[in-house]
């Protein structure tokens, strides 16, 4: 069964830095596309970045500039450095993977950005 296990997270303030870390088990393959979403109360999910196996990036327009998005070398675990953190960066962020046309999810941890 895969499995998607999120670490990172908690309190900071704004300008402050925060790492996420996300870890593939479970899977026979390695994941097409990995990324980070994320959900505000009273708002959609959204994408925040996302990876390929390849390497390739993409960024919502809020955030470009100030996250990173990285993949190991096993290609299974994802990394989102985020820096000069806001408060409306506030919100549950959920890992994702895409396994051959298969969505997998992780269960969210929480960012909060305050004073």
């Known amino acids: 069964q895969v499995q998607l296990v999120e670490s990172g997270g908690g309190l900071v303030q704004p300008g402050g830095s925060l790492r996420l870390s996300c870890a593939t088990s479970g899977s026979l393959f390695i994941p097409n596309v990995m990324g980070w979403y994320r959900q505000a109360p009273g708002k959609e999910r959204e994408l925040v970045a996302a990876?390929?196996?390849?390497?390739?990036?993409n960024y919502a327009d809020s955030v470009k500039g100030r996250f990173t998005i990285s993949i190991d070398n096993a290609k299974i675990t994802i990394d989102l450095q985020m820096n000069s953190l806001k408060p409306e960066d506030t919100a549950v962020y959920y890992c994702?993977?895409?396994?051959?046309?298969?969505?997998?999810w992780g269960q969210g941890t929480q960012v909060t950005v305050s004073s």
């Open positions: 994702h993977a895409l396994i051959f046309r298969e969505n997998y």
């Open positions: 990876i390929t196996d390849g390497g390739s990036t």
